[in-house]
């Protein structure tokens, strides 16, 4: 999608560790906006980009065991898209690739074509590119579970290989929607790691049922949310938490108790809202803090022996 950071950079490394020859892939796709979010204003930086890709592949060229890029795959909507404009309409023409129930659930609940676009963009690119392995972030963790079922359902001849999610000193997940956030709001969006990490330390000390584990992260987030109401216009950054979710791993059914043998994706999703009041003076971020700012994370509940 563009407006490459250092969690994408990650990708980049990690596939050149294991592969001699990397493609990488630069394309907003717009079938996986619905019609009222954010096409027109996501950050397309290409110049910028290709500085970043530049200047990785110069890093791998240092490391004399890992493979270079040897491509940038751009393509135009025509060329991904080239016998009808793409629909964003949930009831949309075209030619589509829908993983259900799976892209149903979480983000599916809130952004409906969401998948669609996703499954079906990522089916083209690897129709076109024949790639061995395909590399995805943990971060849009429901995306990875999604393509793997396409993959396996499909007979696709390719690997999924998933990357750690990439952070920021203080824990939050690296985006490219970050930039939207300006300082008031990205102060205040570290409530979602925060309350994830809550939930994982019940976990890790040995909770298995969902009121058990996920009553801190509601806590904490709940808390927040508060103390950012109390506060004046000019100094709050207001929040909605969407879900906080505890997951089985392949289906991502919503659990009761979590199978220790099995683990569980614990996950969450909140909506930083407009500023309602700036100044001149204030980093209020891309688009100066007007629109809402959608951020997901994630923690993999890892199998416990």
């Known amino acids: 999608m563009g407006a490459l950071h250092e969690g994408h950079l990650s990708l980049i ?8 020859d990397v493609f990488v892939s630069i394309f907003v796709n717009p079938t996986q906006f619905g019609v009222n979010e954010d096409l027109d204003s996501y950050p397309k930086t290409w110049e910028t980009d290709m500085k970043h890709l530049e200047a990785a592949d110069q890093e791998l060229s240092s490391s004399p ?29 075209g030619s589509f690739v829908t993983i259900t129930p799976l892209g149903k659930f979480l983000e599916g609940s809130s952004r409906p ?62 985006s490219s929607r970050n930039v939207y956030l300006g300082a ?29 584990i996920l009553w801190p992260a ?36 919503e659990l009761d108790k979590v199978d220790p043998a099995k683990g569980a994706i614990l996950s969450g999703a909140m909506v930083m809202q407009s500023l309602e009041e700036t100044s ?3 980093d209020c971020g891309l688009g100066g803090g007007a629109k809402p700012v959608r951020l997901i994370d994630n923690i993999v509940l890892k199998p416990i022996a």
């Open 218 to 253: 509601n806590d904490v987030a709940t808390s927040l949310r508060l103390r950012q109401e109390e506060l004046p216009a000019s100094k709050r950054a207001l929040f909605e938490v969407d879900y906080i979710s505890l997951a089985d791993p392949d289906t991502l059914e």
């Open 113 to 174: 074509v969401f998948f669609r676009g996703v499954a079906t963009v990522c089916m083209k690119l690897f129709n076109i590119v024949q790639p061995e392995k395909v590399y995805f972030g943990q971060k849009d963790i429901q995306q990875t579970v999604v393509i793997r079922r396409m993959v396996q359902d499909f007979h696709l001849n390719t690997n999924v290989v998933i990357g750690a999610t990439q952070r920021e000193p203080d824990g939050l997940a690296m």
């Open 184 to 212: 008031r709001r990205r102060k205040a969006a570290i409530v979602l790691p925060l309350a994830l990490g809550l939930a994982e330390q019940q976990y890790k000390i040995g909770n298995l049922r969902r009121n058990e």
């Open 280 to 282: 001149n003076e204030e």
């Open 65 to 93: 065991n890992f493979g270079r890029i040897s491509a940038v795959f751009a393509p135009t909507t025509k060329v991904m898209y080239p016998t009808m404009p793409p629909s964003s309409q949930i009831d949309g023409d």
């Open 13 to 20: 490394r990690q596939a050149a560790a294991e592969n001699q």
